[in-house]
């Protein structure tokens, strides 16, 4: 049974550029969420998709937005780059009535 | 007041001792409480789960949760140099809700 897969484990970019970030949810998962965890803190929600829809949104600026696909997979992509965005950014997904959400091994991000 | 506390100094303790973690939180609507493990730079992974208040265990983990005083706890038994991770408090209002998740706790367990 595979697990929450993403892509690409690393990525390097600079100021002001795009970047998008891939998951592929737990088999049999439709729901999913992504967020963003910054050095020495807990992760943070940036928003969930279910349908091909934005469900629910944290905090976050409209420099993140994202998309899911009718397979369930989803993209995360984050627009004119800041040096704050730096973080590891994780996907989680659960099936629908599910109560626990699992995560991947995320993307680490690095902006200089 | 933040949503979720937990104290993230670090811990350490010496293998076999019983580590133990806490965290609090200000939002009555949460229904759902989590623990997760997550090693360095690898993504977290679920380690207990219960629902409202009361007791799970799981081997060598207990997990506790009182909504009444809105504390949650994590209890390690006869720790292990393996159990050295980070542990992350978490806790959503449903099932498919957003995940409220503390600082976390860097435990290491000495051999």
């Known amino acids: 049974d595979a697990g929450v897969t993403q892509s690409p484990t690393h990525l390097i970019k600079t100021r002001g550029q795009q970047v998008t970030l891939r998951c592929s949810p737990k088999?049999?998962?439709?729901?999913v969420s992504w967020y963003q965890q910054a050095l020495g803190q807990g992760p943070q929600f940036i928003f969930q998709?279910?349908?091909?829809?934005?469900?629910q949104r944290g905090n976050f600026p409209d420099r993140f937005s994202g998309h899911q696909f009718p397979n369930y997979s989803s993209e995360l992509n984050v627009n004119a780059l800041l040096l704050g965005d730096s973080a590891l950014y994780l996907c989680?997904?659960?099936?629908?009535?599910?109560?626990?959400?699992?995560f991947g091994p995320g993307t680490r991000l690095l902006v200089l | 007041q933040k949503e979720v506390e937990q104290d993230p100094g670090p811990l350490s303790v010496p293998e076999g001792a019983i580590v133990s973690l806490n965290c609090t939180y200000s939002?009555?609507?949460?229904?759902?409480f989590m623990w997760y493990r997550q090693y360095s730079r690898k993504g977290p992974e679920l380690l207990m789960y219960?629902?409202?208040?009361g007791n799970k265990e799981d081997g060598r983990f207990t997990a506790q949760v009182d909504k009444s005083s809105k504390y949650i706890s994590l209890f390690i038994r006869d720790s292990q140099p393996s159990d050295s991770a980070t542990y992350l408090c978490?806790?959503?209002?449903?099932?498919?809700?957003?995940?409220?998740f503390g600082k976390g706790n860097q435990v290491v367990v000495i051999p």
């Open positions: 989680a997904s659960i099936r629908t009535r599910g109560e626990t959400q699992y």
């Open positions: 088999s049999g998962h439709d729901t």
């Open positions: 998709y279910y349908e091909e829809e934005e469900r």
């Open positions: 939002n009555s609507a949460f229904q759902y």
């Open positions: 219960t629902y409202s208040s």
């Open positions: 978490a806790m959503s209002a449903g099932g498919n809700n957003r995940l409220a």
